[in-house]
């Protein structure tokens, strides 16, 4: 098993930036991808981005690249997600996931582990 834990959401002005982190627990000894994922009020999970184990190789979503950067400290079982030029349409909870194995996969359901979520609010 793996815990996770986020933390870092808060309150950011249009056009501002914001880190979120995400912490690992558990069976960290075993090598893992990486992904972050967010909700909007009244929408559906979406992918954001995703980091393989060594954080050689990444991939974003159309809508934030460019702008979001992921990267992991695996000494201390920690990925994060720097989100520079932040829109209103950012809003969301976001969420990190974990998923034993090398390929990195966009969608849900090919990820084992979640995040209890953070709240991201991005103000106009």
């Known amino acids: 098993q793996v815990q996770l834990v986020e933390s870092g959401g808060g309150l950011v002005q249009a056009g501002g930036s914001l880190s979120v982190s995400c912490a690992a627990s558990g069976r960290t000894s075993s090598s893992y991808a990486m992904g972050w994922f967010r909700q909007a009020p009244g929408k559906g999970r979406e992918f954001v981005a995703t980091?393989?184990?060594?954080?050689?190789?990444?991939y974003y979503a159309e809508s934030v690249k460019g702008r979001f950067t992921i990267s992991r400290d695996n000494a201390k079982n920690t990925v994060y997600l720097q989100m520079n030029s932040l829109k209103p349409e950012d809003t969301a909870v976001y969420y990190c996931?974990?998923?034993?194995?090398?390929?990195?996969?966009?969608?849900?359901?090919?990820?084992?582990?979640w995040g209890q979520g953070t709240q991201v609010t991005v103000s106009s």
């Open positions: 980091i393989n184990w060594s954080g050689g190789s990444t």
């Open positions: 996931a974990a998923r034993i194995g090398a390929a990195l996969f966009t969608t849900e359901n090919k990820y084992d582990y």
